[in-house]
């Protein structure tokens, strides 16, 4: 679970979070899981951890939950990626699909 609010980035379990980051916690403590998200709230989930990543860089840059948190910013990015090129796909096939039975004239 990747929580939308911690005090710490010490509290933060990036080993924890890689093996359960298919739920993101919202500041009210609701459980979304990624695959109900939408492109926006997943865009701000990024910043997010990139805010949480740069504030852990500046205290110790070494720390591993830099590198845990940028596996996480990846994750959140590669999602978007691929919903991208979902979209693009079924946007092709959707133009290339003739219509039959209507026409118009």
Request: positive net charge.
């Amino acid at each position: 679970m990747l929580p939308a609010r911690i005090p710490t980035v010490d509290q933060f379990s990036a080993r924890l979070a890689q093996r359960e980051i298919l739920l993101w916690t919202t500041k009210d403590g609701r459980e979304i899981p990624l695959d109900e998200m939408s492109d926006d709230h997943i865009a701000n989930a990024t910043r997010v951890l990139t805010l949480w990543k740069s504030r852990a860089k500046k205290r110790d840059a070494r720390d591993p939950i830099v590198r845990e948190l940028g596996d996480a910013i990846d994750r959140f990015k590669r999602i978007l990626r691929t919903r991208k090129k979902s979209a693009t796909r079924q946007d092709g096939a959707d133009a290339r699909t003739p219509r039959i039975g209507m026409r118009r004239g």
